[in-house]
């Protein structure tokens, strides 16, 4: 079980502080995950992978010369927001456009995706690989819809190495695609993992027992058995692989990049048994094994599981997984270490452009700022009443969060302003520093809200009811979707939905900006989930309040909301 | 828990091919352990570590460019006999000497040092450095009690890359000595790890408890409390190394090398989040710090355990510290890949010289040659009862292994007659060759139980029945220390001793070689080993028969002495 953490919901922001603390000489934070701290070779694609924490070495751990450019790292497996990917490609961008690529979960490809769309609209050319390998996860058949597990590496070693070696971006994505199409895994599980500060397991696997194919977050397998001796788990595992063998390549003769992974508690001396028996079966199948992995690659916290990958190569395949690397986790081949980035002028190269604003707009920034200053004033005066009501359910913290977010949020908006901003740029400056600054999953719902409406709002036009309606719809749908939580599970959504609606209601019956009308109905959200909140106690998992203080953040969002009435009703 | 294995008996050999599998770019198999498969600079030291299995990547793992060797390995939690240090060291040996170093416990401070006297009877300089960093262990006024844990790397690592760079024997152990008196840790642990087969854990820490200072394989601690928060354990494990600095080091201002490690279960994230305040906490009392690592460095199979080392670095130290390395589970720095060594070269350079003997000797060799013949003879013909007896209270492989084991050292022998050797190196080569082949404890011991009687003889006299009794007692006791058994456990040391101990008595009286009533003897004894059987059962876990598969093995050797008589009377 995982049994050392402080807050449950700091832990994985705090690891990623860790994982820079203990290489500085590899990597670098920034918002949203971490990128290199050495220099890339100018022009050359960069190379971003990412996904949710608690796969230590995914991701962060494969960040450096020969593999990834940067890691964007979400919360406990859930995806990093649109914003923290967004964040760490543009920090990780070379000149040479970005190759994001990463597992195949819905909510990483929704993030990375909308990622992807704001990276090209700043003229930052950006695709996407998903890696596919786990066969046990859907029929060949529907190869597109299987997971990503162990598989990832191969494919990150291959674009990266590619990378490295000069190739355009497109070539990039070809050396993805076809890495990934070459590489099948199959996974076994014995136990699932506990999250910080669970009283219980994600999942099990009974006694005893061993569950094929299940995901590495417990995702449902194919079958169940014994658990076998471990010559005859090889067996299983190399039988699976072989029969599926990716088009168009002889089994005979072929070589083969084998990765025997450990989940994380199916130790280093279990592997190495397995593996002695792995490697006699791929030789006597006639193949040639080239560089093999046996080891912790990509883990789940202390699930209990190990998986089986073959990469099959070809001679440029070959070449892209023996050439050198050097990340924390992941070492291979003799590097020139290359030359270390002065963290100060990194910054300065990250300063943010401010796009050209209507005056309207910069006028309606002039009132979003005064907006954001309600907010700091509104959570200041009611963080010990939000902590208070936090520590019913939570953690106690959101009061303090909440403070530390808003106001970065508040002095980047400054800075906006003073640049001159309209009023997309201004939340997005906003939402940017707050996602960064408060830290966990709050902070990024918070950056997802601000982000939304600043969309709707955009650079160019003055205030309008519909469009601003259509931004808090925009944003409570984006939250949902990140935080994956749904309209009833007491959470701000429950606030923030019902708001939105009201808004949209209103605006569309041309009543203006209806806000008093929208903070009523948003009031009377709150306190119905505020009266649930003795009644939830702290017994749901943190698996389930995957918003992190969920409830709380339903009561000062609707504090917030409140406070804004006059403000925006005096340009009604 | 330890799930995947196969016979748990073979599980840390079967490791050991596997890790020489995974790893063939960097590691060569010889019996007893692993070298690098590179090529060292001819004349330098030659740094062998080693220790029991089960702490990966301690040993194996840390054999390579720029660290050690090679590396002895014992089975799960057990030394190495004697023997494969030896032997190790033989294949490792460089031309420049040999240090070997590895962590202060008794079993592997009488192996090591046993094996040092036979290098140097052989000409081949050797030291022994101890490892004792863990400062729960034992007070300051006894440091040298201590014993060795995570700080194993901090000595191995400055030690090789002295050797590394030419510095000569006494250089390298001058090295060794100050690296570990630079070094100090502390560990807890929230649980321990299970050995393969074993019906729970080896020990025990309450849930929601926290022991101090527990050693890594179970060793008491000094006290417990509840488990804190990860914060708080930094808080602690910093304040606890800050509270024993060093000698002469002044706080304020000075280097270290801190190395954050997990025991196996307590996984990276984790770490990180531990890590983030250790690293503050040490800047903050004016540490400046050097290259820390935190991961698995030193790990116990499955245990949940955590400890914090410090490497108080000079300029020598912090140099030999950042010195590049690259072995499969340590590397760092720029290494360029040495030159792959010719596995068949090798094995030639590791021939073994067969030294002078008397005529006399060479004839009692004929004997022994003999003594041998009969044997396999005997294991031949029972093979089928010993796995039946075995199958009782172990794996039903006793017969399977003895045989294979016989017949090598039969098969060595023959050779060693064939190049005149006397009865001491006939004996040897026999010992060494059933070690390696039959694998496991049960051919460890035989290899202990021929090279204690071949010792005995010598390889320049005559039959003498008191050095042939003198030979068979110093078996009975170097088992005992190997195999953790003492006399009543029901293992063969139960045959051994009694058997021994007649034939020194009969000696004594001046009654030649009075193998026949010493026969009998070994025989009573045998039976009555062999009527609990029934009533032992499975139930003892593995840790406890540490002999492997000992019921048994009274059965056979009492066959074998039986067997033996006429032969041996023959020569009266």
Redesign the interface.
Known sequence: M?????DPSE??E??????V??HP?KLMAVPGGVVRSTRSKPGTVAVVIGGG??H??AFS?LVGQGLAHGAAMGNLFSSPSSQQVYSVAKAAHNGGGVLLTFGNYAGDVLHFGQARERLIKEGIPCEIVLVTDDISSASLEEIEKRRGIAGDLTVFKAASAAAEAGATLAEVVAVAAEANRRTRSFGVA?DGCTLPGAGDALFHVPAGRMALGLGIHGEPGISEQE?P???Q?AELLVARLLDEVPDGIPLNGARVAPI?NGL?????????????RV?ALLRDAGLTIV??????LV?S??M?G?SLTLFWLDDEMETLWRAPANTP?Y?K?????AEALDPAEFQQSLEREVPGASEASRQLAGGVLKALEILVETVDANADELGRIDAVAGDGDHGIGMQRGCHAALEAAREARDRQAGAETLLSFAADAWADRAGGTSGAIWGVILTSIGEALGDQQPLNAQRLAAGVSAAGSNVMSFGKARLGDKTLVDVLVPFGECLNEQAAQGSGVAWQIAAQRAQQAAEATAELLPKVGRARPLAEKSLGTPDAGAVSLSMIIRALTPLIKSCD
Not at 14 to 19: D, M, P, Q, S, T
């Open positions: 995982t049994r050392l953490f402080n832990f994985a705090e690891a990623r502080l860790g994982v603390a203990a000489d924490s608690g230590y070495p751990g014995f658990v001796t471990a010559d788990l025997l994380g508690t199916v130790k280093y001396e279990e592997l190495f048994v397995i593996y002695r490697d560089e093999p992995d046996v080891g912790e883990t916290l202390d209990a190990v986790a070492r081949g003799s590097v020139m270490v």
